[in-house]
């Protein structure tokens, strides 16, 4: 199964917003509302958070949100701060089924 | 909060089977709602997702891997595993065993390194 796609990097100023596009197919993204997004800081495990598209797990900030568009889902990052430069991953349910991972996004704080 | 750590081989010869296991504390991996995935990571590129398997041992698998995979469940050991069959160079990666209580991994282990070398 193919990757999601999703823009090899983005780039923002401290306290600007930036987004994250995903774009998939009807048979994934598009079909379902279930797609997630993982952050991942070099070294380490990646970390939920966004969920079901839209939702926040508890103790993620509230300057991640999550929306949806036929066959794309897109990731808001807003009031950018340095810790939040890392890999960005989409996640979405697929209907074979099995899940699918985007190609992932390094969002650079300038 | 669930912890999660995977066990295996750090090297594995082409053609040989990869074999891990991941051990489930804090809790039971017998979450009727939860499924227990694997997902793996080539260095210096994305998550590749490879399967998952719920506590009533349904699996199901990336379809790109089905015919070289097998996972299994062990709750009387809170552990589940990962067999990868015929591996190459190309199944060098981090692996990461997670849980998914529905639609998402909100749980992950932290990660451990599979070189598959002769």
């Known amino acids: 199964q193919s990757a999601l796609t999703q823009p090899a990097s983005v780039s923002g100023s401290p306290g600007q917003s930036i987004t994250i596009s995903c774009t998939g197919t009807g048979s994934d993204v598009g079909g379902y509302n279930y ?66 991972f985007g190609s992932g996004t390094k969002v650079t704080v300038l | 909060q669930l912890q999660l750590q995977e066990s295996g081989p750090g090297l594995v010869k082409p053609s040989e089977t990869l074999s891990l296991t991941c051990t489930v504390s804090g809790g039971s991996i017998s979450i009727i709602s939860s499924y227990w995935g694997w997902i793996r990571q080539p260095p210096g ?54 849980r998914d209580p529905g639609f998402r991994y909100d749980d992950w282990g932290q990660g451990t390194l599979v070189t598959v070398s002769s």
């Open chain 1, 35 to 100: 797609v997630s997004w993982y952050q991942q800081h070099p070294g380490k495990a990646p970390k939920l958070i966004i969920y079901d598209v839209s939702k926040r797990p508890s103790g993620v900030s509230n300057r991640f949100s999550g929306s949806k568009s036929g066959n794309t889902a897109s990731l808001t990052i807003s009031g950018l701060q340095a810790e939040d430069e890392a890999d960005y991953y989409c996640n979405s349910f697929t209907s074979s089924p099995s899940f699918v």
């Open chain 2, 45 to 98: 590129t994305g998550l590749e997702w490879i399967g998952a398997i719920s506590y009533g041992r349904n699996t199901y698998y990336n379809p790109s891997l089905k015919s070289r995979l097998h996972i299994s469940l062990d709750s009387s050991k809170n552990q589940f595993s990962l067999k990868v069959y015929s591996v190459t160079a190309a199944d060098t990666a981090v692996y990461y065993c997670a």
